[in-house]
């Protein structure tokens, strides 16, 4: 996609900081917007959808929550929030989704639009590829995190969120169960009533 004003592809910069900041802010991706812009180019749903562009932003949001409690890199997290579900091809069953957003992951980090080291890509691929069946131990915080920060949306689709399928204590509070259950069902509230 060619942005207006831009004369070649787009570089996307991290503020600088410590994105592994346990416990403090989450480190800001300074024109995300953009890169959501230049993902939504070949985003083949619709965008005000069950998998669209509202829930991504929860997902992040849940997210940056739970790095808070447990150290998870803010970077990956929101990286995996806009990729992971960027490349569905229908709302149901899609098992091959997470890898082709993993891949298109790929693409930018190769084309230098996206600043991650290679052990944070790795992350981010194995968050994105395995996110629907990877189960609930996946041997990282930042992985697992992202998994919670995903399943924690599930109310959206009917779906209460269970402790027993979500991969770190810090999501099964009943405070974050919650918190995360809520924003779901305010979103449905809102755009769903007349589906
Ligand atoms: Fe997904
Ligand atoms: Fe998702």
């Not at 004369?7 to 503020?15: A, G, K, S, T």
């Not at 346990?22 to 939504?40: D, M, T, V």
């Not at 689709?157 to 169960?177: F, K, N, R, S, W």
């Given at each position: 996609m060619r942005l207006p004003g831009t004369r070649r592809p787009c570089v996307y910069f991290w503020e600088t900081?410590?994105?592994?900041?346990?416990?403090?802010a989450a480190l800001k991706i300074s024109n995300y917007g953009l890169l959501i812009r230049e993902i939504l180019?070949?985003?083949?749903?619709?965008?005000?959808?069950?998998?669209g562009t509202a829930h991504w932003m929860r997902v992040r949001t849940n997210g940056l929550r739970l790095a808070e409690m447990n150290g998870a890199n803010t970077k990956v997290i929101q990286l995996f929030a806009i990729f992971?579900?960027?490349?569905?091809?229908?709302?149901?069953?899609?098992?091959r989704h997470g890898e082709r957003g993993a891949a298109l992951a790929y693409e930018f980090w190769q084309a230098g639009k996206i600043d991650l080291d290679d052990s944070e890509f790795r992350l981010l691929e194995q968050a994105c590829c395995d996110h629907?069946?990877?189960?609930?131990?996946?041997?990282?915080v930042t992985v697992a995190t992202c998994w919670d920060a995903d399943r924690l949306d599930l109310e959206r689709v009917g779906i209460t969120p269970d402790p027993q399928y979500l991969c770190t204590d810090e999501a099964g509070q009943p405070q974050m169960l919650d918190w995360a259950t809520n924003r779901s069902n305010v979103w449905v509230d809102r755009y769903c009533r007349y589906w």
């Amino acid at each position: 996609m060619r942005l207006p004003g831009t004369r070649r592809p787009c570089v996307y910069f991290w503020e600088t900081g410590d994105h592994k900041n346990r416990g403090g802010a989450a480190l800001k991706i300074s024109n995300y917007g953009l890169l959501i812009r230049e993902i939504l180019d070949g985003f083949q749903l619709d965008h005000r959808g069950i998998h669209g562009t509202a829930h991504w932003m929860r997902v992040r949001t849940n997210g940056l929550r739970l790095a808070e409690m447990n150290g998870a890199n803010t970077k990956v997290i929101q990286l995996f929030a806009i990729f992971h579900d960027s490349r569905r091809l229908n709302d149901g069953g899609d098992p091959r989704h997470g890898e082709r957003g993993a891949a298109l992951a790929y693409e930018f980090w190769q084309a230098g639009k996206i600043d991650l080291d290679d052990s944070e890509f790795r992350l981010l691929e194995q968050a994105c590829c395995d996110h629907t069946h990877g189960g609930t131990q996946p041997g990282d915080v930042t992985v697992a995190t992202c998994w919670d920060a995903d399943r924690l949306d599930l109310e959206r689709v009917g779906i209460t969120p269970d402790p027993q399928y979500l991969c770190t204590d810090e999501a099964g509070q009943p405070q974050m169960l919650d918190w995360a259950t809520n924003r779901s069902n305010v979103w449905v509230d809102r755009y769903c009533r007349y589906w």
